[in-house]
């Protein structure tokens, strides 16, 4: 089962023939260099990206240079679902590793929206916890020093992660820069340094190229004020039917 199939299916019960479409759809994939923009702000929008391996983001970029970016992308994530419906992008996705990624094409995509039921509402369950996570990375920005930011995000994909399996013993994949961390929580790369050694120095987690080693994932989380109910990981149709 690909990624994006797994996902879907935390958020709606799909039958086989679902299942076959959504396979069908994926199943001619290409790899993508890191650091590749996918598609870029003002670009026409014609296919859906869909990453299966590896990492990217979300981001904008202001006029003075400034790049702003707003959200992580995981496997089976959908990088721009939205643009079934709109005309041009209103930002760019980027990849941060290698990655493998699918593309659908509009009229598929419509399609499932008119045709398919359980997967219009897993797209839109995937939709929902996208606005609800954007809503905390604002609340993370807004209201938590630098240390509680950086910590709060890495719990964030440490969950996310987990989630579906890339977790092993406390230790995940990060592939991202001291700068992109900065890009990602409003911080300069001193202020993110020095962050990242408060985090370390506290036992809260070790740093090892792109592993990030939390140890114990309920200090971190107190320590971070996090609380993962906004990811939704546990409260989706599937889960609540599993209880």
């Known amino acids: 089962m690909n990624a994006f199939l797994r996902k879907l299916e935390c958020y709606a019960p799909l039958n086989e ?10 199943d001619k994939t290409r790899l993508v260099a890191r650091r590749t923009d996918l598609v870029r702000e003002g670009d026409p929008t014609n296919v859906v990206h869909i990453i299966l ?7 904008k970029m202001v006029g003075n240079g400034t790049r ?6 995981v496997p089976g994530d959908i990088c721009d679902l939205h643009v079934a419906l709109l005309a041009e992008m ?5 990849t941060l590793s290698d990655c493998v990624v699918a593309e659908i094409h509009r009229p598929s995509i419509l399609n499932i ?5 359980a997967l219009l509402r897993a797209l839109w369950w995937t939709m929902l916890v996208d606005e609800a996570v954007l809503r905390e990375w604002i609340t993370n920005i807004g209201a938590r020093n630098a240390d509680l930011r950086i910590a709060h995000l890495l719990c964030e994909i440490h969950a996310r992660l987990d989630a579906i399996g ?3 013993e406390g230790i995940f994949s990060l592939p991202i820069t001291q700068q992109e961390l900065g890009d990602t929580v409003g911080l300069s790369i001193v202020q993110v340094n ?3 050694k408060t985090i370390r120095e506290r036992g809260l987690a070790r740093f090892r190229k792109h592993l990030i080693d939390i140890p114990d994932i309920r200090r971190m989380q ?3 004020d996090f609380n993962e109910s906004y990811l939704h990981l546990r409260s989706s149709p599937r889960s609540r039917s599993a209880r």
């Open 90 to 94: 209103d930002h760019t996705v980027s």
């Open 222 to 224: 107190e320590f971070a």
């Open 166 to 168: 890339l977790v092993s």
């Open 113 to 117: 929206v008119a045709e398919r039921p």
């Open 17 to 26: 023939a679902d299942s076959v479409l959504i396979g069908s759809l994926t």
């Open 53 to 59: 391996e590896g990492f990217g983001v979300r981001y």
């Open 68 to 73: 702003q970016i707003f959200s992580y992308l």
């Open 194 to 196: 020095r962050s990242l």
